[in-house]
């Protein structure tokens, strides 16, 4: 193999490495709950309907 040669599958190798620890710290990244979108998980409510219907919000205590 001459050296031009080794230098291009060197070159290739090393992306593909880097790619592969890239994809994998990414992935590490989204597992922590933390690191997610904060409405993940959740149901939408439309606040305006709840406006018109005169209802209070779900996660809102009654006034007293």
């Not at 070159?11 to 994809?23: E, K, P």
């Not at 997610?36 to 996660?59: F, G, I």
């Amino acid at each position: 193999m001459t050296s031009s040669g080794f230098l291009s599958s060197l070159n290739l190798g090393t992306l593909v490495i880097a790619v592969v620890i890239v994809a994998i710290g990414f992935l590490i990244f989204l597992r922590r709950r933390s690191n997610r979108h904060p409405m993940e998980d959740r149901q939408e409510r439309n606040v305006a309907k709840d406006l018109d219907e005169r209802r209070e919000p779900p996660n809102h205590s009654p006034r007293g």
